[in-house]
């Protein structure tokens, strides 16, 4: 059967299950953490690691193999993000000037996405991550095979960005105050790099 | 015989370095206070004490992950704010092998220029400054450093250690 993108109704009421409602993290912070939703959100991480863990691990093994142990990197990290986190650099990426295609997988919800980080650094330093949520030339094709395998591992199914910048103003994260988080910052994370 | 002395002059040593820490952090909120506009003191870069969480995988899987965690207080005349700030740091990223030297670095530069930035913007809540100086020094950091992450606490057993 075939895996749909669930509706924005869906994925609202999704999101409220998992950050408490009307608490600003740096205002009550003992009160947001200790909160039944918070709880639920540590406990759909590890869910999601007992569960499709292995799955991931096969995915990132598969990259290693086509595009060698120093191109791909895991930045999956439970305790910041609610997603599978690991990034595919281009053959292409040089010292100084890297192209990498980074998928994220929601623990929330069976959805993924794909974009694209240019990491460059000058003489005077390091410039800001240019991140283009369209496709690019430079990873299209591996962009094309995250889709796949991430639709074949991990039993989920992309969505598009533009579905994702829905507000949803009464939820506070790290880096997101009351008023400001989307529906991307809470099903995937509130750092797009 | 000597470890005696050793013990003897560490005794003497340790309220001597309780008041250094104690007028230093007066000094600091002092000169703070008395000029709002110019950010005085910097957090030295050993305050940030990395330890690894996550092991660097087998030699096909890069990564790793390492993390501090400070109580940073920032003040001025308009008031003081503390804030639980957790800095994580890759172990390797696709430019290098982050050593604990360079990340303790590039954190106090992150966090000194992270607190300029809140302190000029003028009066506002402790939670708001809070806010506000960890995404700046998440903003700065992960230019220096890729794949850096500044938040709060969000870690157990790392033991955080307190700046002034």
Known sequence: MALTVPSTEELLRTVRRYYPAGLDLYEHEEEYRNSSETRALKEARQRAFDERGQAWLELKQGFIDRYGKDQVFDWTHFGLDACFHFRVYTPSSTRGNNVAAVLFVSVLVPIHIMFTVFERRVESGPLPAGV??????????????????????????????????????EISTNHRALGKATLADLLFTDTWR | MGSRWQAIAMKKRAPATRIRIRLRAIACIFALVACPSEVIGSIPPSQFHFKNVVKPGHASEPGG???????????????????????GVPERNKE?????????????????EAARIVLGRGPNLSAVRCRQFIDEMDGLLSRAILGAKVSSFTIAGLQPTTWP
Do not use: N
Not at chain 1, 163 to 169: D, F, G, K, R, S
Not at chain 2, 98 to 110: K, T
């Open chain 1, 132 to 169: 283009f949520m369209g496709l690019k030339p430079e990873t299209e094709a591996i962009t094309h095979e995250l889709d796949r395998e991430a639709g074949q591992r991990m039993q989920s199914v992309r969505i598009d960005w533009q579905l994702l910048q829905v507000a949803v103003p």
């Open chain 2, 65 to 87: 992950w390492k993390a501090a965690q400070v109580i940073i207080t920032l003040g001025d005349r308009y008031g003081v704010a503390t804030c639980k700030i957790e800095v």
């Open chain 2, 96 to 112: 290098d092998i982050i050593g604990d030297q360079l990340a303790q670095q590039a954190a106090a530069g992150a966090a000194d």
